[in-house]
């Protein structure tokens, strides 16, 4: 492929992130639908978009399936065909590659994807059980195992190997609170210190509250076109040129490293590949960071820096704002928040304003290259899209 | 394939519960699967023998749970890891008998088939737990 774009971006959409008291999460989804609509005036959505993959961890939450056709609806698209795509915190990540599928295979010229997911009303130890579910049920959740839990127990192991610190981690926290700081769609819009974050009470030791995502209500969409089509529609087409999804065992006592994430390796390396770029070509990146010591281990997976040597990155200050490779400038998971079914087309939509230099206070300057790491369960599911911004 | 004990979880947290720690291995390419499986990964082979193996292993993990779902919030905090037993197969569990503050990477541990029982409604299986050997 190398470069080839194998579907343009023409539109995309977010919802404030935070908590959303009485709205339903179909509700959620259609501020981010009208957010992108609006954004594309040529687009007629009833007449062009011929299909939506949404993404949606949990029906728990709201004792809601069927996603997909509550969303269509609340998007004033019904009629299409709908579909709703679940790989737990790559929910959305895995509804993009679905749309990637449906331009490319012919069947549907332009494709709405997204994701939502209302969470706020929920008490954190609901909202842990619920999340525990993209695990083992049988030898993990049973022996009392949480999400939390898995990564802290790859943060171990990546600590003892690599003398990796939980000062390193925290500095990913400080990193990602001040992003979110400049982006009036954060949950948290405040920066902490380190202090605080080491000060923070334990969740699943190492990892301490100030390392954890956010429970947040959120939706996300991006409108997805032919790329032939796209000029059609809008000026400034973001190209989405390489594209990799994988899957890894759901236990993560069956893998064979406890310290990276193979589905992540073999997701970028397909990505890397399609796109025919390299690591050090990528300008600006959004990155799983579920919980702090995530994003050090995704730098390590996507090529960023060597094994083992992710705590010397971002102690370098290369990944800041003003760095080298700004990562997670929208303040990621972290601080801009995780509604986990939004998660992974949100990333995107922060890629396409950088790209199309809409970031306002947190635009990197003249980004052309940018990524997205999005990982589902403790790493059974990663998908990496690389993206080239053609204005 | 033997038609007393299917190559499944279940049966695998039933031995457990009768104490023996037991795996499946393919009759066909040898692979051993811990869990079992009623279908071979490797080969799709569908025959299997029942393997016992040591429940002696080393902590290659751990973590310390302090935030709990509902069904774990009376035992919180408490100590799960993964375990590399002499086979070298893996299994995650509680780690009783051990203060935190004295988990170590590398510590030698047994498992232990009469584990503490949280109050889940199901599946009604014996949790086993790790404890130092």
């Known amino acids: 492929m190398n470069g080839k774009p194998l579907v343009s971006i023409i539109s995309a959409g977010l919802s404030k992130f935070g908590k959303h008291e009485g709205l339903y999460a179909r509700e959620l989804f259609s501020y981010a639908a009208k957010e992108a609509f609006d954004r594309c005036p040529k687009l007629e959505p009833k007449r062009d978009i011929k299909a939506m993959f949404i993404g949606h961890m949990g029906e728990a939450y709201e004792h809601q399936g069927h996603m997909g056709s509550a969303a269509a609806d609340w998007s004033g698209l019904l009629g299409i065909p709908a579909t709703r795509t679940e790989a737990a915190c790559a929910s959305s990540g895995a509804a993009l590659r679905s749309g990637i599928y449906a331009v490319l295979s012919g069947l549907a010229d332009i494709v709405i994807v997204g994701g939502v997911e209302k969470m706020t009303h929920r008490t954190t130890a609901e909202v842990t059980e619920y999340l525990a579910m993209a695990s083992d049920y049988p030898f993990e959740q049973f022996h009392g195992v949480t999400f939390p839990g898995l990564f802290a127990l790859m943060a171990t192991a990546h600590m003892n190997a690599y003398s990796t610190t939980q000062e390193n981690m925290a500095k990913v926290a400080v990193k990602n609170h001040h992003n979110a700081s400049l982006n009036p769609k954060a949950h948290m819009q405040k920066e902490v210190n380190l202090e605080a974050v080491m000060a923070s009470k334990p969740v699943a030791w190492p990892l301490k509250m100030y390392d954890c995502s956010l429970i947040t209500d959120g939706a996300s969409c991006i409108i997805l076109a032919k790329p032939e089509l796209a000029k059609k529609y809008t000026d400034q087409p973001v190209q989405i040129i390489g594209s990799g999804q994988a899957s890894d065992s759901i ?50 997976d996507l090529g960023f820096c060597p094994v083992g040597k992710s705590g010397k990155l971002i102690e370098s200050g290369e990944t800041q704002l003003e760095g080298r490779l700004p990562v997670n400038t929208s303040g990621g998971l ?24 809409q970031a306002d206070k947190r635009q990197v300057k003249d980004a052309k290259i940018g990524l997205t790491h999005n990982v589902g369960g403790s790493g059974a599911t990663a998908a990496v899209h690389i993206y080239r911004g053609d204005a | ?60 993990t751990y973590t310390i749970i302090h935030v709990a779902p509902p069904q774990f919030q009376a035992l919180a905090p408490y100590a799960v890891g993964i375990v590399q037993l002499e086979s070298g197969l893996k299994l995650p569990g509680m780690i009783s008998n051990v203060p935190h503050e004295q988990l170590k990477i590398g510590m030698e541990l047994t498992i232990d088939f009469k584990a503490c029982a949280a109050g889940l409604t199901w599946p009604q299986w014996q949790r086993y737990c790790f404890r130092p050997a």
Request: glycine share 8%; with cysteine.
């Open chain 1, 251 to 300: 236990g993560l006592y069956e893998r064979q490293s406890l310290t990276s994430l193979q589905s992540a390796k073999t997701a970028a390396k397909t990505a890397y590949e399609m796109a025919g770029l390299k690591p050090d070509d990528i300008q600006v990146a959004e990155v799983h960071d579920c919980f702090t010591f995530v994003e050090l281990m995704s730098y390590e």
């Open chain 2, 1 to 60: 394939m033997s038609t007393q004990t299917p190559f499944t979880i279940e049966q695998f947290y039933k031995f457990m519960s009768h104490g023996r720690l037991m795996a499946g291995k393919c009759a066909k390419c040898g692979k051993i699967h811990l869990p079992p499986r009623p279908i071979c990964d490797n080969c799709y082979s569908m025959e299997f023998t029942w393997t016992e193996i040591s429940g002696k292993g080393k902590l290659l």
């Open chain 1, 334 to 357: 972290k601080a801009k928040g995780h509604p986990v079914g939004a998660t992974g087309t949100a990333q995107t939509y922060e890629i396409y304003l950088q790209l199309t230099g």
